[in-house]
């Protein structure tokens, strides 16, 4: 499960990085997504890979490797809703600059 998720992570890193380098706004937009949603799935899995784990320890002594961490779920439901925000708000950006430029280019001309 670990190298799944690694490749998907490595995946979804590249595949971000490549659409930021392109020129036109909506596809550095796209790549801009597609690298928070990386890094949101590597703190994620920095709070351990637990299949079938409690999410809350009880009071009686127990191991402590057999439950989740919460605090990097609570990061990532955090980092998910900012996120879709900013998108938003870079969508909006994008329209507007498109109106008043006529190009989607990130330099505002069309390459030869």
Do not use: C, K
């Not at 706004?25 to 990386?38: K, M, N, R």
């Amino acid at each position: 499960m670990e190298l799944i998720l690694a490749i998907g992570i490595g995946v979804l890193g590249g595949s971000g990085v490549y659409l930021m380098l392109r020129p036109r706004t909506f596809q550095v937009i796209i790549g801009l997504s597609l690298l928070s949603y990386a890094v949101n799935l590597f703190i994620f899995s920095m709070g351990r890979l637990t299949v079938d784990g409690a999410p809350v320890i009880g009071h009686d002594p127990v191991d402590p490797g057999l439950y989740a961490d919460p605090v990097p779920q609570a990061l990532v439901l955090t980092a998910i809703v900012i996120g879709f925000a900013m998108t938003a708000l870079f969508l909006v950006v994008l329209l507007a600059a498109r109106g008043l430029t006529g190009t989607d280019h990130v330099d505002g001309r069309e390459q030869p």
